[in-house]
């Protein structure tokens, strides 16, 4: 139980009532410093936390704790009627931070118009990662929507306009995967590939 050998140390002290302070006990002192760290770093991981809140003041991401978060995807955060997304990170360490990839759009991707014969082509499957390829559009820039094959978004990358390839890596083996890429016009007209289908590599 933390606090108990604090106590231990201030019943040493109270033992010695005829004012003579008791030997040193370093093991103890190391003890006590211990816990006290233990304490510290805990009620540091209660107060640190990271929380992301729409457009409509609704909380859309949070995290307890600063350490090893895990990649999050967010595959819509909306305005709504505010011109603002609330991102916060409450910190003890000034060296800590967190990295956001983001793309503003003024449509959503559901409002993309497929274009026909625009396809995204596989290549170099592996048992963690695959490259794709398209070709070009007149956008802005694009942005590649990698989900299971239940429909379950896994990866979201944004890449520049003048781009025609990525590589997406971090998925499992022996997997299925649905890919579509959406380009992005200069008033935000989003356009999209046929879905095409991945299959990583069997172990």
């Known amino acids: 139980m933390f606090g108990d050998k604090a106590l231990e140390l201030v019943k040493e002290l109270k033992r010695s009532m005829d ?3 008791p030997p040193y006990n370093e093991d103890l002192v190391r003890q006590v410093l211990e816990e006290m760290k233990i304490l510290f770093e805990q009620n540091q991981k209660e107060v640190e936390n990271v929380r992301i809140t729409d ?5 859309v991401f949070y995290h307890r704790g600063c350490d090893s978060i895990t990649p999050e995807i967010l595959s819509d955060v909306i305005f709504g009627l505010s011109n603002n ?22 449509k959503g991707l559901t409002s993309a118009i497929l274009v026909s014969g ?8 592996t ?27 896994v990866a979201v990358e944004i890449v520049p306009g003048n781009a025609t390839s ?4 971090g998925i499992s083996p022996s997997s299925k995967y649905r890919v579509v890429v959406y380009g992005f016009d200069g008033i935000g007209q989003p356009y999209k ?4 289908v991945v299959a990583t590599k069997k172990v």
């Open 118 to 125: 625009w396809n995204v082509t596989v290549l170099n499957a």
């Open 193 to 196: 590939t046929l879905e095409s």
């Open 19 to 21: 004012g003579t302070l």
């Open 85 to 106: 997304i609330t991102v916060q990170l409450i910190t003890w360490n000034i060296r800590r931070s967190i990295k956001i990839k983001f793309a503003i759009l003024k």
């Open 166 to 169: 990525t590589n997406i890596h």
């Open 127 to 153: 048992y963690i990662s695959f490259a794709l390829q398209w070709t070009k559009l007149d956008t802005r820039f694009y942005i590649i929507e990698v989900k299971s094959i239940k429909g379950n978004l």
């Open 55 to 59: 457009g409509t003041a609704t909380q």
